[in-house]
Nanobody
């Protein structure tokens, strides 16, 4: 069983930055595709970014492209989401997810393990 723990959420003014971290348990982190999703109450979970097991391939939702950066440190079993130029519409609970199979996907159903989420609130 893989456990994911997110941290780094909080309250920030529009235009500010935050860095989310997601640390995983288990010895096979380096084989997982990792993703970040977000969800507002009453809305579907939305893809934000994903990174391949090697870190060589990254994908972003159009809404965050150019503002967010996903990265990973396999030695620390941690994936990061650097968020800059934050907007009020970025407000959501952010979830880290891990996929044990190959390929990078934007659908939440393709991911096998999820963290508990961390709240990000951007004030206008």
């Amino acid at each position: 069983q893989v456990q994911l723990v997110e941290s780094g959420g909080g309250l920030v003014q529009a235009g500010g930055s935050l860095r989310l971290s997601c640390t995983t348990s288990g010895r096979t982190f380096s084989s997982y595709t990792m993703g970040w999703f977000r969800q507002d109450p009453g809305k579907e979970r939305e893809f934000v970014a994903a990174i391949s097991w090697s870190g060589g391939h990254t994908y972003y939702a159009d809404s965050v492209k150019g503002r967010f950066t996903i990265s990973r440190d396999n030695a620390k079993s941690t994936v990061y989401l650097q968020m800059t130029q934050l907007k009020p519409e970025d407000t959501a609970v952010y979830y880290c997810a891990a996929r044990s199979g190959s390929g990078v996907y934007t659908l939440p159903t393709k991911y096998d393990y999820w963290g508990q989420g961390t709240q990000v609130t951007v004030l206008s």
